[in-house]
């Protein structure tokens, strides 16, 4: 398939960019001098896109430099970095990474939220600062009688949902949609959950739909127990209500692997102690990473020889163009 061209949109891992340049003609346009003028000279010729790996979003504006695109694969489950409802009216194909990563994620949904609840981080810096030679460690909060609440009931939140219940806690979801065949209590309203549970889990894909979802109402509805986890993407969350709700502890805590300007994070958050702050990892094992580099290759090679998408999104479900 040498005679295919195909577009890395950004430095990734090596799994995506050797499998991609060992199957078809590879493009890398960070190493031209030029990086538009190389677009535009390439552009014509290129069918398909590795993307992902912190390229700007992938717009109508940016797919018109490639008349002859079929395939936008995108290392991630999330895909809010594409505009797919665009891509689908051109008939172009989006696919990303579901399924590899779900239980990853899910299992790093848990170690966060008890790292907050009973403050692991916080408890791990003080043994390391010889603090325990002078007295025991404060006593935290629990995850004893609380009761769960999670945004967005996909297959991440399945999960999530499935790892909390083992816990002896009572879980409840909301979501667009009540779903049939599972035990968990549904709410129509995000407030009312709000207001019923006293630990947020935000697991609901970002992008325009869900953007500022959890906003100044639902953290006041969670209240002064409340504990917030975002495990999705910092868009969900409105971020200065957040840092707002913090500080004046309408919420007690929150745990965070995701922010609005990855990799920035406010300075705000950083300067909280009681809180825990991850880099985004929630995939990020070798095992898991190599998995998703590998449906990202394995899209591209499958459409390609004519057989279809492994996985496309919502928005592009078609086998053929
Ligand atoms: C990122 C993720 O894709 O799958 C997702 O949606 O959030 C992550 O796995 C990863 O950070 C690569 O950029």
Redesign the pocket.
């Known amino acids: 398939m040498k005679s295919v061209d195909v577009l890395l949109s950004a430095p990734m891992m090596p799994l995506i960019m050797d499998g991609v340049a060992a199957a078809f003609t590879a493009h890398r346009p960070w190493e031209a001098k030029d990086r538009d003028a190389f677009l535009r000279e390439v552009g014509p010729r290129i069918r398909g896109i590795a993307a992902?790996?912190g390229h700007a979003k992938i717009d109508g504006r940016f797919m018109d430099l490639f008349p002859k695109l079929e395939i936008i694969a995108n290392?991630?489950?999330?895909y809010d970095n594409i505009d797919a409802a665009e891509a689908g009216r051109r008939k172009v194909i989006v696919t990303n990474?579901p399924d590899v990563?779900t239980d990853e994620v899910a299992d790093l949904a848990i170690g966060l939220l008890l790292s907050t609840i009973r403050q692991l981080p916080q408890a791990e810096r003080y043994l390391r600062a010889g603090k325990w030679l002078e007295k025991n460690f404060p006593l935290t909060t629990t995850l004893r009688g609380r009761k769960v609440g999670i945004l967005g009931l996909g297959r991440i939140g399945k999960a999530v949902a499935q790892r909390v219940a083992a816990f002896d806690v009572p879980v409840a979801y909301h979501g667009r949609n009540k779903q049939a065949d599972v035990p968990y209590r549904y709410y129509a309203s995000l407030n009312e959950m709000a207001r019923d549970v006293d630990v947020l889990i935000v697991v609901t894909p970002g992008g325009a739909g869900t953007k500022n979802l959890v906003n100044a109402e639902v953290l006041r509805n969670l209240g002064p127990n409340g504990i917030l986890v975002n495990v999705s993407r910092g868009s969900v969350v409105d971020e200065p209500a957040l840092i707002q709700a913090l500080r004046d502890k309408t919420i007690l805590s929150a745990g965070l692997d995701v922010f609005v300007d990855e990799p920035r994070v406010p300075a705000e958050l950083i300067a909280m102690d009681h809180i825990v702050l991850l880099p985004?990892v929630?995939?990020a094992s070798v095992h898991t990473r190599n998995a998703?580099g590998q449906l990202v290759v394995d899209n591209l090679t499958a459409w390609f020889a004519g057989k279809g998408p492994k996985t496309p999104v919502a928005e592009t479900p078609w086998q053929r163009r």
Do not use: R, W
């Open positions: 992902g790996g290392f991630g489950v999330g990474t990563l985004h929630g995939s998703m």
